[in-house]
Nanobody
Framework: QVQLVESGGGLVQPGGSLRLSCAAS???????MGWYRQAPGKQRELVAS???????AYVDSVKGRFTISRDNAKTTVYLQMNSLKPEDTAVYYC????????WGQGTQVTVSS
């Protein structure tokens, strides 16, 4: 079973930045990978995805502020988050773009002054 380990979350002030990492226990080369988030009382949503060749796609709410990247050799996916807003507060997870692997524990991101 594939294991996903997310890290890099924390408490940050509005306007701040964080870089999240997701390490997979298997090759991610063939997969379209994604970052998801789940805010309290809300459903988990896919906020960014990246193809094998490195093309990213984003939901409108994070476009221009978040950047997804990947290192296939390190089986790691990253999410650079800039200009953070309170509404970005959530637990962030990575998975394939179809959510086909077992979910990791996620990493908490809290944006608050």
């Amino acid at each position: 079973q594939v294991q996903l380990v997310e890290s890099g979350g924390g408490l940050v002030q509005p306007g701040g930045s964080l870089r999240l990492s997701c390490a997979a226990s298997t090759s991610i080369f063939v997969e379209v990978m994604g970052w998801y988030r789940q805010a309290p009382g809300k459903q988990r949503e896919l906020v960014a995805s990246i193809t094998r060749s490195g093309t990213g796609a984003y939901v409108d709410s994070v476009k221009g502020r978040f950047t997804i990247s990947r290192d296939n050799a390190k089986t790691t996916v990253y999410l650079q988050m800039n200009s953070l807003k309170p509404e970005d507060t959530a637990v962030y997870y990575c998975n394939t773009a179809q959510g086909g692997w077992a979910w990791g524990q996620g990493t908490q991101v809290t944006v608050s002054s």
